[in-house]
């Protein structure tokens, strides 16, 4: 029997290239061959020694003189036929293959190599950011819709909160208008002549608080405090003035004296009176001034006040002064002390009618039936304890001296007792720095001898007004 050719030396079984005990060159399968489909055929193969092995089917198959594959598997293809997902091809990247802690999900780029997607992807992706999520891009219309929902829920909170504090604060300014502002209603005058119609509030000590000591005299502390109306809910910031609890009985009809006069008077230079409290200790409770009284206040911002600003508060307190002549008052102790500063362009006179109460100082003299603040009063109330409405526009020289000098102590280093002889030998207050001579002439002329030249407060706002306006460009140059 003749073997095939392709059987080696050994022989064979029968006839055929499949009965050969051993092949002479390759075999693939139980048939010896001659060669090796490495370079052509429909399956591309590579030897394994003297075997002809398949190449993976994810192998591309190569149409020149190279091999397809040196290797049994996929990861042995020269170049792969769909995908290739690190060192081996594939037919798709994996998506949602179960990995060691998560699903797997990879995406095929340019190239036809796979890579991860993003960590966050959980149905697949189309590239490696977030935003290329297959869930995130089927959200991204509902996450524009529900970002536009939130800004228009914000925007309509924003609003609803804007009108919620909007009436409320209508709603204080009512009720602050309703404490604040005087409610008259047209009384019957059988006799024709006009009752007096200022209003007194009888406050409870369980309506007003104190927070905190603004100041303190002989007779009693002022407190800064709030003050709620029974059956409101508005917080009024007011000034408490209490009487000391050793003050005698006298002070209390002082400081009821002081309240009948402050409720009597209404001007926008004046501080109102908007209550009583009858408590074991008297209280008056007054507008509170934001910015403390005038004197402190130029001590304090005498590098931000300019010529404007003293002129306006000069002619303001002169207005207040007029007003306290006209209803017939005598304030008694004008003072840079005793005006209070509602804002930097509004300045109100107060302490109509507390000049027996003042605090025992170094500016005051002791005489007999009262104190006084020498250094601020005419010679003629020294001597003779007459107050008048010529005695008010001498204290207004001094408080327009005090002004100019932006707080400066008239007379200092001077004792009070030694003031009476100073006055009836002629001195008066020096020209300050910044004062022109005609601002300064309104000065001296306010603190001439009361007994010939005054004629009350009419005088400063004839005098004073037009000629501080007049010198407002020079003394501003000052």
């Known amino acids: 029997m003749v073997c095939d050719p392709q059987c080696s030396d050994a022989g064979c079984w029968g006839p055929g290239p499949d009965q050969c005990l051993s092949c002479r060159f390759f075999s693939r399968g139980r048939t010896c061959v001659d060669t090796c489909n490495l370079y052509e055929g429909d399956i591309r193969e590579y030897a394994n020694g003297s075997v002809c092995v398949e190449c993976d089917a994810q192998c591309e198959r190569a149409d020149d003189d190279s091999l ?7 990861e042995h293809c020269v170049k792969c036929l769909h995908f290739k997902d690190g060192p081996n091809c594939v037919e798709k990247c994996p998506d949602g293959l179960q990995g060691a802690n998560s699903f797997i999900f990879k995406y095929a780029e340019v190239n036809n190599e796979c890579h991860p997607c ?45 009108v919620s504090l909007r009436r409320k604060n209508i709603k204080k300014k009512r009720a602050l208008r309703r404490f604040l502002e005087t409610e008259l209603v047209e009384p019957l005058t059988p006799s024709g002549t006009a009752p007096n119609q200022a209003q007194l509030r009888i406050l409870k000590e369980t309506e007003l608080k104190r927070v905190k000591i603004l100041g303190s005299g002989a007779f009693g502390t002022v407190y800064k405090g ?62 509170l001034m934001p910015h ?22 000069c002619v303001q307190i002169a207005k207040g002064m007029m007003y306290l002549e006209e209803r017939r008052l005598v304030h008694r102790d004008l ?21 027996r ?25 020294i001597h003779y304890r007459k107050f008048t409405h010529q005695s008010d526009v001498w204290s207004y020289g001094v408080t327009i001296w005090e002004l100019m000098t932006f707080g400066g102590k008239p007379y200092d280093g001077i004792s009070t007792r030694d003031i009476p002889d100073l006055l009836e030998k002629g001195e008066r207050l020096p020209q300050p720095p910044i004062c022109t001579i005609d601002v300064y002439m309104v000065m001296v002329k306010c603190k001439s001898s009361v007994t010939v030249s005054k004629t009350g407060a009419p005088f400063i706002i004839a005098r004073c007004k037009p000629s501080y306006f007049q010198q407002y460009r020079k003394f501003q140059r000052s």
Request: proline residues 6%; hydrophobic residues 45%; charged residues 15%.
């Open 292 to 313: 403390g009284c005038l004197l402190d206040y130029v001590h304090e911002h005498k590098d931000n006040i300019g010529s404007q600003l003293l002129l306006n508060w």
């Open 118 to 162: 993003h960590a966050n992807c959980t149905q697949g992706c189309i590239g490696p950011r977030l935003q290329d999520c297959i869930g995130w891009m089927d959200r991204t219309p509902l996450i524009a819709a529900g970002v536009i929902g939130g800004l228009f829920m914000v925007v309509i909170m924003v609003l609803s909160v804007a």
């Open 357 to 381: 109460l003042l605090d025992v100082n170094e500016k005051e003299y002791n005489a007999d039936g009262g104190k006084m603040p020498i250094k601020w009063m005419a010679l003629e109330c």
């Open 68 to 74: 397809t594959c040196h290797g049994p598997g996929p």
């Open 226 to 287: 709030i003050w709620v109306p029974e059956g409101e809910t508005v917080k009024i910031p007011v000034a408490i003035k209490i009487l000391n609890e050793a003050t005698g009985p006298k002070a209390n009809v002082e400081f009821m004296d002081e309240a009948l006069i402050m409720a009597s008077m209404e001007h926008p230079h004046l501080v109102r009176l908007l209550g009583v409290c009858l408590s074991p200790t008297i209280q008056l409770v007054t507008q």
């Open 335 to 355: 003072a840079a002390r005793n005006v209070l500063v509602k804002s930097p362009n509004h300045i109100k006179i107060t302490d109509f009618g507390l000049a």
